[in-house]
């Protein structure tokens, strides 16, 4: 099957990416009724309303955004369905993110990268078809040097906060996806890198942008997961959780506090 932008993210899409896998993590029977069955409606949240009409905006132009997207101080069913209808605070939110986004040097030097191209793999796995991805930006050289780029947006773009917001969210093995993705596609490529340009929040509307290199140790050790993954899924028959026991059961304390083993000295 041919993945386009049309069914990519519709039930017709057989293939892995990083959300599917995202949601296993969470719970094999969701796994399972989400993108098996289909029985789970997939419901979009603001931040990714906002993320999409962003994305458009940024890998297109802004021309696309205004044609698709409209400002509304209340939403209203009876206007064309082909429009998607913001809230003024969503929609002046995603303007304001877009233009400072553009103003930056950063922005202008990955104008000619690719724009959310779709990464497909051929690979039967278990009930799947392959592997896919989407990153927003790459670039592959002559020299076979590729840097992938993806805009996030984010409470922070502190250094130490947004290194831990990146763990949280998957990020570090979102571009091991893509970097396995754009391997297997160009054989070509002997150095990646990862990049994120990160465009800070502020309930003043003040949006600061910042650039980062992803730690490739970071992507490395996510690579190996996904492959442990990949293998679960292919060999899944039951996509139950993992029942909860006191066998299993955590010690609750403060992990910065180092606790005597028992026998050591006093």
């Known amino acids: ?10 039930n017709a899409n057989r293939y892995l990416s990083n959300s599917k896998i995202s949601d296993y993590l ?9 993108h098996i069955l289909g029985t789970v409606e997939k419901k979009e ?13 940024l890998t297109k132009s802004r021309q696309h955004f205004e044609k698709l997207y409209i400002r509304m101080e209340k939403k209203n069913s009876k206007l064309d369905a082909k429009l998607i209808q913001l809230t003024a605070r969503e929609y002046d939110e995603v303007v304001g993110i877009c233009e400072a986004v553009e103003k930056t ?42 840097i992938i780029v993806d805009l996030k947006t984010s409470v922070t773009n502190d250094t130490k906060k947004y290194f831990y917001h990146a763990k949280d969210y998957g990020y570090f093995r979102q571009q091991a996806m893509y970097q396995m993705l754009l391997k297997m596609i160009h054989p070509e490529i002997n150095s990646i890198e990862s990049r994120h340009i990160v465009v800070e929040k502020d309930p003043d509307k003040i949006y600061k942008v910042k650039t980062f290199r992803l730690d490739q140790d970071e992507i490395n050790k996510c690579l190996e997961k996904v492959f442990e993954i990949i293998e679960e899924i292919k060999a899944e028959k039951k996509w139950k959780d993992k029942d909860t026991t006191w066998e299993d059961m955590e010690e609750l304390s403060d992990p910065r506090v180092k606790k005597a083993e028992w026998g050591d000295d006093k």
Not at 26 to 34: M, T, V
Not at 45 to 57: E, N, Q, S, Y
């Open 26 to 34: 969470k719970s094999k029977e969701f796994f399972y009724r989400k």
């Open 105 to 146: 040097k950063a922005y202008k030097q990955i104008k000619k990268f690719k724009k959310q191209q779709i990464l497909q793999h051929e690979e039967k796995i278990g009930l799947f078809d392959g592997l896919c991805g989407v990153p927003d930006f790459y670039k592959i050289d002559e020299l076979g040097n590729c």
């Open 1 to 10: 099957m041919k993945l386009t932008h049309t069914n990519y993210f519709t």
């Open 45 to 57: 949240t603001p931040a990714l309303i906002i993320g999409k009409a962003v994305d458009l905006w």
